[in-house]
């Protein structure tokens, strides 16, 4: 298994302001995810972070708005840029054992609320 | 594309009732099929399938994967009010972990 701490729980920031949320897991894994959980709808794949290389991101998300480093496998942060109140959410990250048969394991979550 | 598709979108139930929930899939380097419930913020983890026909059960919930027709169902029965939830399919292959749209059950005392 793993246990990630997600950082911060939430937050209510200004638009136009940018904001990073830190995701620390207790072991090594390869595969590491950030979502978006809009009002009312279903986790939004935002990238997949690899270490080591450039993260790859799904269609509608941009490097330029959600910027994502991952220096090393326990480690990642996601930054939510220059915040419209359209980018009120909750944002999750997760990550899958590299063995094979493994469940994905998630963050407690990041509610972001933008005035 | 991945597709993941969950219905029915929404449901309300009085308690005792017997749900199911579906989940079909189109994934490519199929590794599993994962059922979470969501309540606050972070889902809770509930089955993970990998094979066909091999039910896995928890309590009230249990869930069966068919890799052939690409679907999953999970069941609860005699439901409580504290199954009230959002119920999450995923699918994960080789790269990516996809989420379908949710199901969203109420269950009425």
Redo the contacts between chains.
Sequence with gaps: SAVISQKPSRDICQRGTSLTIQCQVDSQVT?M?W?RQQPG?????IA?ANQGSEA?YESGFVIDKFPISRPNLTFSTLTVSNMSPEDSS?Y?C?V?GDS??????????T?LTVV | EDKVVQSPLSLVVHEGDTVTLNCSYEVTNFRSLLWYKQEKKAPTFLFMLTSSGIEKKSGRLSSILDKKELFSILNITATQTGDSAIYLCAVLNDYKLSFGAGTTVTVRA
Excluded: D, H, P, W
């Design positions: 595969m995810f979502y709808q279903s986790l939004t794949l997949t790859t909750i999750l997760s899958v094979k048969n493994t469940e994905a394991f998630f963050g407690q979550g509610r």
